[in-house]
Each structure stands twice: as C-alpha cells, then as structure tokens.
C-alpha cells in the first residue's frame, strides 16, 4: 500500500508564475489535507477536500491560491502568480476518516526567484 | 495563538539517554498526535492518543496525556542518533478536519 505521493518534490518558480502542486492520497482514504511550513516552524493548516468539495478553506490565502479533489486523479494545490513569500515546503495528507491518524507525503519545496 | 506548544524547543542529548519533551493545548480534544520530521523531509505520524487514554506506548516510545493539565508528555527512551530529528505534537479542531501543529522540539542525539 503505497504512501501519500506528492510531485515535484522540488519547484522552482519565477516571480509571477504558476505553481501546480500534486498530491495523492493513499489507497482508501477519501480525505485529503494541504498543510504549508515555512523555514524553521510548524506545519500551518490550509485547506481539507473531500472528492469533489472543499471542505475547509480556513486557512487558505484569499487570493491566488485554489485547491480541488476531482473525481479521478490527484488533488492540486494552485498557486498563481507566485511571489517570493509563497516559498515554502508544502505537504498534502490524507485520512480515511476525520479524527484519524493524518498521514504525510514527502513534501513539495517550493522556491520563488 | 497556537493550539499546542512544545517545550523544550531544543534539546541535546547523549546516545543512550532518555528524552522527554512536553506539549501543551488550549482547548479541550478529543486526540493529541505526535509526528516526528527529520531535516528536510515529510512528517511521520509516531502515535494518537485518545482524551480518554492517560498513556500509550509504541517501542520505545511512551507518551502520556493529562486533560485536566492540558498537556501531553513524548519519552523517546534509550535514544539512539537515527532519534535526531523534530517532533510535533498536534491536536485536532473541533471537526476533526485540522490538525494545528505546535513549533516542535529538536531533539539531537549525539553518539
């Protein structure tokens, strides 16, 4: 049973670009967390989907930041316009059930020049 | 403010020793979860315990919960240099869907 897969791992952006985050859930889990740490602190929460919904997008940036679960593939963290606080390692979880275990991908490492 | 604070935030100690590192939360619970990241890598998820549990054990590690105090306790015993690394502790909101992570300790164990 593989682990909760994220790509790229690592992502290099341009002030202004587009950042597109992947991440899948492990087999059976239906719940899916993207959480963003920034240098030297803990994980901050921003956004919980379920298949097709956002459940939670408390912690979500008003603006330029999207998340969504389609039907068949990955979840995607979209960041557009990216600028250099964006930089950050950005991970995606997933749980079979609310109150569970969450568990983590590896991570991606988002760097803005 | 965050939900879980940990304490020590830095703590070194000598390949054999016990460690301990102490988290506290807010608002009450219904688990506390500790997870462990070595440098540059993801997080992985070390143990739940439940607010009806007082203590848990998983190999060497042991961790107790005190609702009334509103704190948790991580022992790593006999720690060993592959223990380096940073340990959160995390609650879940009242939903469940969020998990509010505290700073961490850095623990390192020197051989």
């Known amino acids: 049973n593989a682990g909760v897969m994220q790509n790229p791992r690592h992502l290099v952006r341009r002030r202004g670009q587009e950042a597109r985050l992947r991440c899948s859930p492990m087999?059976?889990?239906?719940?899916v967390y993207w959480y963003r740490q920034l240098p030297e602190e803990g994980l901050k929460f921003m956004v919980y989907?379920?298949?097709?919904?956002?459940?939670?997008e408390s912690g979500m940036p008003k603006e330029r930041f999207s998340a969504e679960f389609p039907k068949e593939g990955p979840s995607i963290l979209r960041i557009q316009q990216v600028v250099r606080g964006d930089s950050a390692a950005y991970f995606c979880?997933?749980?079979?059930?609310?109150?569970?275990?969450?568990?983590f991908g590896p991570g991606t490492r988002l760097t803005v020049t | 403010s965050q939900q879980g604070e940990e304490d020590p935030q830095a703590l070194s100690i000598q390949e054999g020793e016990n460690a301990t590192m102490n988290c506290s939360y807010k608002?009450?619970?219904?688990?506390l979860q500790w997870y462990r990241q070595n440098s540059g890598r993801g997080l992985v998820h070390l143990i739940l315990?439940?607010?009806?549990?007082r203590e848990k054990h998983s190999g060497r590690l042991r961790v107790t919960l005190d609702t009334s105090k509103k704190s948790s306790s991580l022992l790593i015993t006999a720690s060993r240099a592959a223990d380096t690394a940073s340990y959160f502790c995390?609650?879940?909101?009242?939903?469940?869907?969020?998990?509010?992570f505290g700073g961490g300790t850095r623990l390192m164990v020197k051989p």
């Open positions: 979880a997933s749980s079979p059930q609310t109150f569970y275990e969450q568990y």
């Open positions: 087999k059976g889990h239906s719940h």
């Open positions: 989907l379920q298949k097709e919904n956002i459940i939670d």
């Open positions: 608002t009450s619970i219904n688990n």
């Open positions: 315990i439940r607010s009806n549990e």
């Open positions: 995390a609650t879940p909101n009242n939903a469940g869907n969020m998990l509010t």
